[in-house]
Protein backbone atom coordinates (compact mmCIF):
# COMPACT_ATOMS: atom_id res chain seq x y z
CA UNK A 1 0.00 0.00 0.00
CA UNK A 2 1.26 3.53 -1.15
CA UNK A 3 1.89 6.02 1.51
CA UNK A 4 -0.52 8.19 0.08
CA UNK A 5 -3.52 5.54 0.57
CA UNK A 6 -2.26 5.09 4.17
CA UNK A 7 -2.43 8.47 4.74
CA UNK A 8 -6.24 8.89 2.98
CA UNK A 9 -7.45 5.30 5.16
CA UNK A 10 -6.12 6.83 8.62
CA UNK A 11 -7.82 10.06 7.66
CA UNK A 12 -11.03 8.33 6.69
CA UNK A 13 -10.93 6.53 9.90
CA UNK A 14 -9.83 9.85 12.06
CA UNK A 15 -13.32 11.85 10.50
CA UNK A 16 -15.79 8.84 11.42
CA UNK A 17 -14.31 8.27 14.52
CA UNK A 18 -14.69 12.10 15.02
CA UNK A 19 -18.40 12.50 13.62
CA UNK A 20 -19.35 9.25 15.33
CA UNK A 21 -17.97 10.75 18.91
CA UNK A 22 -19.47 13.90 18.31
CA UNK A 23 -22.85 12.75 17.49
CA UNK A 24 -23.23 9.97 20.52
CA UNK A 25 -21.82 12.97 22.78
CA UNK A 26 -24.12 15.42 21.27
CA UNK A 27 -27.46 13.13 22.06
CA UNK A 28 -26.23 12.12 25.20
CA UNK A 29 -29.47 12.56 27.60
CA UNK A 30 -28.74 12.94 30.99
CA UNK A 31 -32.39 11.37 32.80
CA UNK A 32 -31.29 11.07 36.46
CA UNK A 33 -27.70 10.66 35.96
CA UNK A 34 -26.23 13.65 38.16
CA UNK A 35 -25.16 17.12 36.61
CA UNK A 36 -21.48 17.75 37.11
CA UNK A 37 -20.19 20.73 35.51
CA UNK A 38 -16.90 19.95 34.98
CA UNK A 39 -17.92 17.00 33.13
CA UNK A 40 -20.13 19.11 31.16
CA UNK A 41 -17.10 21.26 29.87
CA UNK A 42 -14.84 18.31 29.20
CA UNK A 43 -18.12 16.57 27.45
CA UNK A 44 -18.56 19.94 25.81
CA UNK A 45 -14.34 20.40 24.63
CA UNK A 46 -14.07 16.72 23.32
CA UNK A 47 -17.44 17.23 21.11
CA UNK A 48 -15.30 20.98 19.98
CA UNK A 49 -12.10 18.68 19.03
CA UNK A 50 -14.01 16.34 17.45
CA UNK A 51 -16.14 19.12 15.73
CA UNK A 52 -12.91 20.87 14.79
CA UNK A 53 -11.13 17.84 13.33
CA UNK A 54 -14.06 16.93 11.24
CA UNK A 55 -14.17 20.27 9.61
CA UNK A 56 -10.29 20.34 9.23
CA UNK A 57 -10.44 17.46 6.89
CA UNK A 58 -13.61 18.18 5.06
CA UNK A 59 -11.95 21.58 4.26
CA UNK A 60 -8.56 19.16 3.25
CA UNK A 61 -6.60 21.22 6.28
CA UNK A 62 -6.06 17.69 8.14
CA UNK A 63 -4.12 14.86 6.17
CA UNK A 64 -3.26 12.22 9.00
CA UNK A 65 0.74 11.28 8.28
CA UNK A 66 1.94 7.76 8.22
CA UNK A 67 3.20 8.13 12.22
CA UNK A 68 -0.10 8.83 13.65
CA UNK A 69 -1.53 5.46 13.63
CA UNK A 70 -1.45 5.02 17.58
CA UNK A 71 -3.45 8.41 17.90
CA UNK A 72 -5.95 6.73 15.52
CA UNK A 73 -6.25 3.55 17.58
CA UNK A 74 -6.92 5.82 20.69
CA UNK A 75 -9.59 7.95 19.22
CA UNK A 76 -11.31 4.35 18.45
CA UNK A 77 -10.81 3.42 21.80
CA UNK A 78 -12.07 6.51 23.36
CA UNK A 79 -14.71 6.36 21.21
CA UNK A 80 -15.63 2.66 21.74
CA UNK A 81 -15.59 3.89 25.29
CA UNK A 82 -17.68 6.78 25.46
CA UNK A 83 -20.33 4.46 23.37
CA UNK A 84 -20.15 1.63 25.96
CA UNK A 85 -21.30 4.62 28.76
CA UNK A 86 -23.96 5.49 26.64
CA UNK A 87 -22.55 9.12 25.88
CA UNK A 88 -21.92 9.33 29.58
CA UNK A 89 -18.15 11.12 30.17
CA UNK A 90 -18.78 10.27 34.11
CA UNK A 91 -19.44 6.89 33.41
CA UNK A 92 -15.94 6.99 30.82
CA UNK A 93 -13.63 8.11 33.27
CA UNK A 94 -14.85 6.13 36.18
CA UNK A 95 -14.56 2.81 34.51
CA UNK A 96 -11.00 3.74 33.46
Not at 19 to 27: G, N, P
Not at 72 to 82: K, M
Not at 84 to 93: C, D, S
Amino acid sequence: MGNHLVQLVLTQMTFWLCVVLFLRLFTFQRGDARYRRSISWMAWAVMGCAGSAVMFILKGMLLMPLNSWPLVVLLGVFTIAVFKAKGNMARVWRSA
